[in-house]
């Protein structure tokens, strides 16, 4: 399977990274990291780059990282849709106190606007 992980810097998308490497590995999956900018995140995209190159060279996985610049989300669904992904994975989806999940601006915009199919790592 073709996968296009998009990642901005939040713990949720560290977390969304090394469960998506591990599902690559386990399944043979073709992974790449897209980095996006995300206001809401601490570190710079190139920080989180250098991240996602850093836990895939540990992993031994050799995938392709990219910075998407511009509207993150739109960006993100362009990238799968004329690059032929099979899934698009984001990290995210905190719950609510009446246990509902509550999903970021940009995890909410691909999910409603992919034609691909959208996994979400919580």
């Given at each position: 399977m073709k996968l296009l992980l998009g990642i901005g810097g939040s713990e949720d998308s560290f977390r969304a990274l090394e469960k998506t490497i591990e599902r690559a590995l386990e399944a043979g999956d073709d992974l790449s990291v897209a980095v996006l900018e995300n206001p809401d995140s601490e570190p710079t995209p190139e920080?989180?780059?250098d991240r996602a190159?850093?836990?895939l060279?540990?992993?031994g996985l050799d995938a392709d990282v990219r910075i998407v610049e511009g509207h993150p989300g739109s960006g993100l669904v362009e990238i799968a849709e004329s690059e032929?992904?099979?899934r698009i994975v984001l990290g995210?989806?905190?719950t609510s106190p009446l246990g509902?999940?509550?999903l970021g601006s940009i995890?909410?915009?691909v999910l409603l606007n992919a034609h691909?199919?959208?996994?979400l790592v919580r």
């Open positions: 920080e989180v780059a190159r850093d836990a060279a540990d992993a032929g992904y099979d995210g989806g905190e509902k999940v509550q995890a909410e915009f691909t199919s959208v996994t």
